[in-house]
């Protein structure tokens, strides 16, 4: 039996605006920006515009950095778990080694921070939301594949089993293709509201992504293996306490 993707949102393409004009990343980001005055999550100040003073990192260059491959997120979620000191949810020698040099490295630790602090600053939105104001005429899954990883995948079932997971950043995809690129062993899907970063927004770069960077607490909602993929349902709760995420 196939995975149940549920159902498709739709709105308008990235080209198709109601008077038939472009929708611009610009755009999409003021409407983003409304939404987030609207709701009254704004409380930060946080400005997506915000250029480098003084060799500080902007929005722009984080999204960009955690965009540049496979390596470039690894160590920004590896300097988001140092800075809130929550542990990844499973352990490996490869995670312990992003993080040591995560610790080592103050512009991670930085990026990773402004990172933090824009999800906390976003709107909490449904996939439908996402999908209105990124200019997406659809979304068929919220979502990140893993790989198998046979040390791994016992410690990660046993983390599911309790109901509840915590990752301070990782990327959830809007395109089900793009999910299941990162592997097909798990996938771990967010059901429901949620706060987020569009990563292509933000750094006008891979909009072909579609990723939506995010973080927090969770609970594990349902765990459903179908054919060679264990589908994890996930809830937002939280956001993640972070007491070094204004890092100089």
Not at 126 to 133: D, F, H, N, P, V
Not at 228 to 233: A, E, F, G, Q, S
Request: aromatic share 6%; net charge neutral.
């Amino acid at each position: 039996m196939k995975p149940r993707w549920g159902r498709r949102y739709t709105t308008r393409r990235l080209a198709d605006a109601p008077d038939g004009s472009a929708i611009r990343p610009h755009a999409a980001r003021r409407e983003l920006q409304a939404v987030s005055h609207a709701s009254g999550s704004m409380e930060r100040g946080l400005n997506t515009d915000m250029a480098h003073t003084n060799g500080a990192i902007d929005l722009a260059t984080a999204c960009s950095w955690w965009q540049d491959g496979r390596a470039g997120s690894s160590l920004l979620r590896a300097a988001a778990r140092c800075l809130t000191g929550e542990p990844h949810y499973f352990k490996a020698a490869f995670i312990a080694e992003y993080e040591r040099q995560a610790r080592d490295d103050p512009r991670a630790l930085e990026a990773a921070s402004k990172l933090l602090d824009a999800v906390r600053a976003s709107p909490v939105l449904t996939a439908s939301g996402w999908c209105r104001c990124t200019g997406l005429r659809e979304i068929d899954v919220v979502g990140r594949g893993l790989k198998e990883k046979r040390d791994e995948d016992p410690q990660i079932r046993a983390v599911l089993d309790t109901r509840t997971i915590v990752m301070p950043l990782w990327g959830v995809s809007l395109s089900r293709d793009v999910a299941l690129r990162y592997g097909s062993r798990w996938l771990f899907t967010i059901s429901g509201a949620f706060p987020g970063v569009a990563a292509w927004i933000e750094s006008g770069a891979k909009p072909e992504e579609q990723e939506i960077i995010t973080g927090g607490r969770y609970e594990v909602q349902e765990v459903e293996d179908q054919d060679c993929t264990t589908v994890v349902r996930l809830h937002w709760l939280d956001h993640v306490s972070c007491p070094r995420s204004s890092h100089p």
